[in-house]
Structures are given as C-alpha cells and as structure tokens.
C-alpha cells in the first residue's frame, strides 16, 4: 500500500520535512518551498516558519509575521511539473493529459519514452503505468537526465522501481524487447519509426508530440511510408481560462496560443500493411519538388 502510494506520488497525511509545498498568496501567486527544520519562508510581507508548517495538514491557512495570509497545498502532478527545475522545456500539462488518452497508456503497459528532457512527461507516464508497467526513458544528454531523475525522484519521493532511465542516444543505441506503447518529445522522431516498429506490439500506440508543422509532416509522411502503420491522426489541444466574476464572465485574455502537435498511429501485425486510403490526397498536396520523407520505411 505504502508502495502504491508512492508510485502515484500523492502524499498522504500531515506536511513533512523534505516535502516541497506550495503558498498561495492573496493574489494568487505561488510560491515552491521545500520544507525544512527550523526552515523560514521570507516574503516582503514577512515570513512564514517551516515548523509551522510541518506536521499539519495540506489546505491550511497561515499568516506570515507581516499579517498576510499563505493558503498550504501539496502541489498536483501538473502544478508540480510546471514549477519544478528545468533543463529541457517540458510538456505542459494539457499536453501530457491529451498524450496519455491519444495513447492509451494503462496500467502495467510497457512503454518507450525519449527524450526525458526535465521528466515532467516522464512523472505522468509513470503514474499512468501504476506499480505493474514498466517505463523505459531515453535521454540523451547527460545534464538533463540528471535533471529528470532529481525531478522524479522528488515527486514521487522514491526513484521508481519501474522506471529505467537510460543516458544514451534513441538512435544509436536502442535495445530490442517488446513495446506496448511509443511515446516521443525529441527533435526527429521521423528517424526512430523504423526501428520502434520492430518492438511494438500489433495494435500498439506510437505517439510523438512535436512542436512545429515540419516536425509535424516528416512524422506523419514517414509513418505513411513505413505501411506498417494506421493512417496516423495529428491533433493539437487549444485550453482557455475564464474569467468569472458576478457579470464578467468571459475568457481570459492571457492563453497559450501554440505548444505542440500530437501524433499517434497503431502498429499493424507483421506481414500486414494498410489498407490503400479511398481518399486520395488533393492535387498538389505533395508539390513537384517534394523530395519525400526522409527516413527509409523499414
Ligand atoms: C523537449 S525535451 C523533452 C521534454 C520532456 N518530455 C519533459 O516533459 O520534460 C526533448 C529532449 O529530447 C532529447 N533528445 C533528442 N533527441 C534524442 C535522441 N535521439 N535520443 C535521446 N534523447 C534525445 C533532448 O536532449 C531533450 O532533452
């Protein structure tokens, strides 16, 4: 149980030493401590004791030595990657919710992952595969996967038995064993289809986010080319705050306008290739001098 709890980072109980929390002010801005013994939180409106904090419950109220009042919660999954140190950008949290529905990851699934950049995805891809799965996560650069490791382990307050972070390039050296699901934030996914093709399971999910238009094309055209693949879906989730207030009801003016693509397709049986589309594309859709994708369809 106590294991559980751990694998799906929520903490239960009174705020501990070690814990990172976050205060919310009057105005709504939001402050990451980690807590400490004998720990003081300093703000122009005065500070805040860590003991005053530790051993009470989440969803208190303090007063800071100044008179203002700091609301006390654990932080979501998705408050916490947003606030968290960073090396790579990460994914941002509607982002990471539209990924784990667009590919069906489920408790005890096996899943592939590059890059692990910061490991915010990475934390909701382990929560999403539970005590049983299974996350593989490749990460090129050195500096970042230590970054990532630092950020999963303080989430879930263990380095998680079930994660395997790799530091090393998906490209040069990916070991075989089977896959239920591909998920990949990395500069040329493109390049990987062929090789990942060879470890999914038939009907498993390949998913690549990706944040520009090219990126966007060469993934969806290469995953066409490989034929060992359905007819990818390419979707991009817009989310927009409102405003609500007594007669002011309206959205908000400040929104992200563009973050990233996300892409799946499922793997086919072996020896299987898609069905031709009834639909051809519209005349000039590929132009005269379209060179094709890049990588070679495995
Ligand atoms: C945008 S970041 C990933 C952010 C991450 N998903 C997160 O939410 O924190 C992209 C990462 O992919 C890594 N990367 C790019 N190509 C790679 C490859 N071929 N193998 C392993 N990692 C790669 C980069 O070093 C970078 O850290």
Redesign the pocket.
Known sequence: MAEQAQLSGVRLGPLQAGERITLTDPKGRRHSVLLTEGGQFHTTKGAVSHDDLISRPEGIVVSSTGGTQFLVMRPLLGEF?VSMP??????YPKD?AQILMAADVFPGARVL??????????CSLLRAIGPGGRLIS????ED?AAI?QRNVANFFGVNPSTWDLRV?????SFTAEALDRVVL????PW??VAALAEVLVPGGVFCA?VATTTQLAETVETLRVHSGFTEPLATESLVRAWHVEGLAVRPRHDMVGHTGFVITARRLAPGFTAPLRKRRPARGAYGNDYQGPRSQPG
């Open positions: 990657t960073r090396g790579a950008a990460v994914v990471a992952e590059a890059g692990a950049g910061s490991g915010a995805l990475t490749y990460e090129r650069r970042f990532a090393a390039d998906l490209l040069e934030d990395m500069l040329a390049e990987c986010y």
